[in-house]
Structure formats: structure tokens, C-alpha cells
């Protein structure tokens, strides 16, 4: 092959590669999939080069020992606890916000008119 060829293909992966690994970065403080665009740009990255083949297989490894621990019964539990209580204070706070202050704005208004009937 070309070393001219192989020089530019590994600095054009390693470009891409590290692009993508920083806009994954960024997406983790805005809305979007920070982390599965970092792990994109991993792969990348591991398609040229051995230190990123490495990164990614240990990541591979804690995400999927994450998933294990996960999924195991009594953090199951343990989640679907604190999910129920989390939902019966949002609906409790939503309940009392409506009840204090009525319902905002112009649909507010439309309510009202539509329950003085």
C-alpha cells in the first residue's frame, strides 16, 4: 500500500474519529446522546488505531457490567421505589400549584369560562 495513502487514510480516521468524540462531549451538557456519540467516535477511532480499541473494549466492558448490576433484583426494586414516590410528588405538587394558583395563561381562561357554565 501506499504509505502517502495509509499516512492521509489514518490522519482522515483519526480527524473523524476525534471530531465526533468531542461533539459527543459537548452533547453531554446539551440535549442529544453525549454518550452514544462519544462511543461512535470510539469506534472510530478503533477502526485505525490500538489505544482506542483498548478504550473501547473497557468501556464495552463497564457498560455491561453496569447493565448487570442494573438489572439485578433489588436495584430493580430499589429504582421502581423511587420512581413511584418521584411521580406521586410530581403529581401531589402539580395538584397543589393547580389548586393555589389555577391553571396559567390563556387556556387558563378558556378552563374557567367553560366551567362557570
Known sequence: ?????????????????????VAGIALLALPGPGWATIFVGLMILASEFAWARNWLDWTKNKARAAAVRATAPEVRRRNQVVS????????VAIAWYLARYGFPGPVGTALEEVWQR
Not at 7 to 20: E, M, P, Q
Open 1 to 21: 500500500m501506499n504509505p502517502l495513502l495509509d499516512w492521509t487514510w489514518r490522519v482522515t480516521v483519526l480527524t473523524a474519529g476525534a471530531l465526533v468524540v
Open 84 to 91: 413511584a414516590v418521584a411521580a406521586l410528588l410530581t403529581v
